[in-house]
């Protein structure tokens, strides 16, 4: 059981429905991190904030939106698309809806 756990949270592909989960809840995450935050001039939480933000972005775009990508058949440069305002909608629904493509040499089950 323990064995599987890092492949649970680091896939190496992704499909459909399970992509759509990851990126629900991290952009459930993202969300709660900076909107339902109060507002303190403290630097200590901001910071904390910042750093939650950055590794919710980092793990969504190298363990949401890459194996996705790539199971899709489309380059792992692609995930880096969803930093730019406007192409990244057209790079979420076009992962939400893209069908999955076995390399060759496998046979879906």
Same mark, same amino acid.
């Given at each position: 059981?323990?064995? /599987?756990?890092?492949?649970?949270?680091? &896939?190496?592909?992704?499909q459909?429905? %399970?992509?759509?989960?990851?990126? @629900? +809840?991290?952009?459930?995450?993202?969300?709660w991190?900076?909107?339902? $935050?109060?507002?303190?001039p403290v630097?200590?939480?901001?910071?904390?904030?910042?750093?939650?933000? +950055? +590794?919710?972005?980092? =793990?969504?775009? +190298?363990?949401?939106? *890459? &194996?996705? *990508? $790539?199971? %899709?058949?489309? &380059?792992?440069w @692609? %995930?880096?698309?969803i930093?730019?305002? /406007?192409?990244?909608?057209?790079?979420? =629904? *076009?992962?939400?809806? %893209?069908? @999955?493509?076995? &390399?060759?040499?496998?046979?879906? *089950?």
């Amino acid at each position: 059981m323990l064995d /599987a756990l890092p492949d649970f949270f680091f &896939p190496k592909r992704l499909q459909r429905l %399970s992509h759509i989960l990851r990126f @629900t +809840l991290c952009l459930s995450l993202i969300w709660w991190l900076t909107l339902n $935050r109060p507002v303190t001039p403290v630097l200590v939480p901001v910071l904390e904030n910042l750093l939650g933000l +950055l +590794l919710a972005f980092l =793990y969504l775009i +190298l363990f949401c939106i *890459a &194996p996705r *990508a $790539r199971d %899709s058949g489309l &380059p792992f440069w @692609t %995930s880096w698309l969803i930093l730019v305002p /406007a192409v990244n909608i057209i790079l979420i =629904y *076009a992962l939400f809806f %893209s069908r @999955t493509k076995l &390399p060759h040499g496998e046979v879906e *089950a």
